[in-house]
């Protein structure tokens, strides 16, 4: 399959991680633009941007997940690890896993709120502390989360 010949980054990682490993490097950039958006009050713009983010993450996601499946999981791009190595990138994967999963939680909790909010009473109904404070909350989740995946991209791949 195309996207399990080796990627382009020179690390003899398959395409898909490349091009994975590539987006969510460059998505804390893309949703820091987002947040500029709204406050330069533009919030159409940041909503259809947050709209396209998301979006966008959720097919890379899976996209990730049916590939990383498809040759054979973790167990297989470690399998030459031994030792504490091997159990020190468990451990990071065991967390970026779980900062990762809360943080689309809170995502998609704050993107379905503030779109049902915004339908029934308008953009001045939006608790905009409210909205901030969950808001940086999914920042700091997300550059976290991507930049532990690039982690481990790295620590696989290159070290």
């Known amino acids: 399959m195309f996207f399990l010949k080796e990627g382009f980054l020179g690390a003899k990682a398959p395409l898909f991680l490349d091009l994975v490993t590539i987006y969510f490097a460059i998505l804390p950039i893309l949703f820091g633009i987002s947040i500029l958006f709204a406050v330069k009050k533009m919030y159409k713009i940041h ?54 999963f809360l943080t689309v939680l809170c995502w998609f909790y704050l993107y379905i709120t503030t779109y049902r909010i915004y339908k029934q009473e308008g953009i001045k109904a939006i608790e905009i502390k409210r909205h901030r404070k969950i808001g940086k909350l999914v920042f700091d989740g997300l550059i976290t989360s991507c930049y532990m995946g690039v982690m481990i991209y790295i620590l696989i791949f290159l070290a």
Request: hydrophobic fraction near 55%; avoid cysteine.
């Open 47 to 100: 909503f259809i941007s947050q709209s396209t983010l998301l979006a966008t993450t959720v097919i890379f996601v899976i996209f990730f997940e049916i590939y990383i499946r498809m040759i054979g999981g973790f167990t297989e791009l470690t399998k030459d690890e031994t030792g504490l190595y091997f159990y020190f990138l468990i451990s990071i994967l065991s967390i970026h896993i779980i900062i990762a």
